[in-house]
């Protein structure tokens, strides 16, 4: 039973490029959050989603950055005209229902030039 | 507000050292995990307890939940090299959909 698969595991972007974040949850999982890390500052909520659904996007900035969970396929995580302060490690996890404990990729560490 | 507070937040210790790390907080939590990070990668779930006053041990490691629900414990007894890592905390409270997350401690255990 794979865990979390996120990829790419390092992504390099140029100030205004976009990035495109993946994330593919454990079987049989259908919620799905992405923190934020940076160093010393802990992992920062972003964004709950559930099939097709965004539950709580409570941490996620309101310009600029998109989430989405198809039906089918991975949950993306979507920065448009990344800024050097988008420098980050990006992390997902993944739970086959609400309120019970997170399963975490690998993450994807964004750095922006 | 930190609704997690994790203590030390940072440890450095020798191999064979005991030490205990805290979760605490001022709210109620219906579970709380325990998670490791190391550098580079994603936080590994060690442990979940569910009930006041649980004591759950995996190997050399003693997870205890507070009796009020409120705090947590992890207890790490003759401390080996591989223990290094970030210990996090996490946690629902009340009907919070989202898991509370405390800053960590950061853990170095010499050779």
């Known amino acids: 039973n794979a865990g979390v698969m996120q990829n790419p595991r390092h992504l390099v972007r140029r100030r205004g490029q976009e990035a495109r974040l993946r994330c593919s949850p454990m079987?049989?999982?259908?919620?799905v959050y992405w923190y934020r890390q940076l160093p010393e500052e802990g992992l920062k909520f972003m964004v709950y989603?559930?099939?097709?659904?965004?539950?709580?996007e409570s941490g996620m900035p309101k310009e600029r950055f998109s989430a989405e969970f198809p039906k089918e396929g991975p949950s993306i995580l979507r920065i448009q005209q990344v800024v050097r302060g988008d420098s980050a490690a990006y992390f997902c996890?993944?739970?086959?229902?609400?309120?019970?404990?997170?399963?975490f990729g690998q993450g994807t560490r964004l750095t922006v030039v | 507000t930190q609704l997690l507070e994790q203590s030390p937040q940072f440890l450095s210790i020798q191999e064979g050292e005991n030490l205990t790390v805290y979760c605490n907080s001022s709210?109620?939590?219906?579970?709380l995990q325990w998670y490791r990070q190391e550098p580079g990668e994603g936080p590994v779930l060690l442990v979940t307890?569910?009930?006041g006053g649980e004591v759950k041990k995996l190997k050399r490691l003693t997870f205890q939940f507070g009796d009020a629900r409120k705090d947590s414990s992890l207890h790490i007894t003759a401390a080996q090299p591989g223990d290094t890592g970030l210990y996090l905390c996490?946690?629902?409270?009340?009907?919070?959909?989202?898991?509370?997350w405390g800053l960590g401690t950061s853990l170095a255990v010499n050779p």
């Open positions: 996490a946690g629902f409270a009340g009907n919070n959909r989202k898991l509370i």
């Open positions: 307890v569910v009930t």
């Open positions: 709210s109620v939590f219906s579970s």
């Open positions: 079987k049989g999982h259908s919620h």
């Open positions: 996890a993944s739970s086959p229902m609400a309120n019970t404990e997170a399963f």
């Open positions: 989603l559930q099939k097709e659904n965004i539950i709580d």
